[in-house]
């Protein structure tokens, strides 16, 4: 099935731990975005990326950090510096592919405990 | 002001109602529209692109007013399955960029 994957979905951290969400597209974007959703609230872009090498950073970058080494992938790292990073984080990509359409992957749900 | 305003809600409507919802941009630019739904601690998916012309797929309708800058949803015939937050979302073309409005919640009460 084609579609984004994100992991884990579910993931705790003690204070003053980085840790790494990972997402995984087989669809053939080219783009590719990191959300932060709090509870109640709108989607906030972190980190996007157009094109493999290459991101820049969204409206609440600060204290997190992107790769894309891949197409296929863009793994989000929740720094320590993050003060307050329990959320809701979404992997989406979108493409020429898909009418430039935005899809979302299931999400990961992170805790700081 | 925001980029993409939504009215949050929430909507409460009997089942086998109308409601409608709109959006407003404040970007002329903005060339592609869409609609989605999320539903409770799930992420965002698709429920319909909105076209210039107006759409509709089954009991939902979505139009665009250019002049006002606007969109909106129409859905007939409530179920209690389309009890979700509503969507707005915008982009430019040639960008990357995709506004989110904070959504519209619904609820369809028995």
């Known amino acids: 099935d084609g579609g984004i994957t994100q992991s884990p979905k579910y993931l705790f951290r003690k204070e003053g731990q980085n840790v790494t969400l990972s997402c995984e597209q087989n669809?053939?974007?080219?783009?590719m975005y990191w959300y932060r959703q709090d509870p109640g609230q709108g989607l906030r872009l972190i980190y996007y990326?157009?094109?493999?090498?290459?991101?820049q950073k969204g409206d609440i970058a600060e204290g997190y950090s992107v790769s894309r080494e891949k197409k296929e992938s863009f793994p989000l790292t929740v720094t320590s510096a993050q003060k307050n990073p329990t959320a809701f984080y979404l992997c989406?990509?979108?493409?020429?592919?898909?009418?430039?359409?935005?899809?979302f992957g299931e999400g990961s749900w992170l805790t700081v405990v | 002001r925001k980029e993409v305003e939504q009215d949050p809600g929430p909507f409460n409507v009997p089942e086998g109602a109308t409601v409608a919802f709109n959006c407003t941009y404040s970007?002329?630019?903005?060339?592609?529209f869409f609609w989605y739904r999320q539903d409770c601690r799930k992420e965002p998916k698709l429920l319909m692109s909105?076209?210039?012309s107006g759409n509709e797929d089954g009991r939902f309708t979505a139009q665009l007013n250019r002049a006002s800058q606007y969109i909106s949803l129409l859905i007939r015939d409530s179920k209690l399955s389309d009890s979700a937050t509503y969507l707005c979302?915008?982009?430019?073309?040639?960008?990357?960029?995709?506004?989110f409005g904070t959504g519209t919640r619904l609820k369809v009460l028995a």
């Open positions: 989406a990509s979108s493409g020429q592919s898909s009418g430039n359409t935005i899809y």
């Open positions: 669809l053939n974007h080219d783009a």
């Open positions: 990326s157009q094109i493999v090498n290459d991101f």
């Open positions: 970007n002329s630019a903005s060339q592609s």
């Open positions: 909105v076209y210039s």
């Open positions: 979302v915008v982009t430019t073309s040639g960008t990357y960029k995709y506004i």
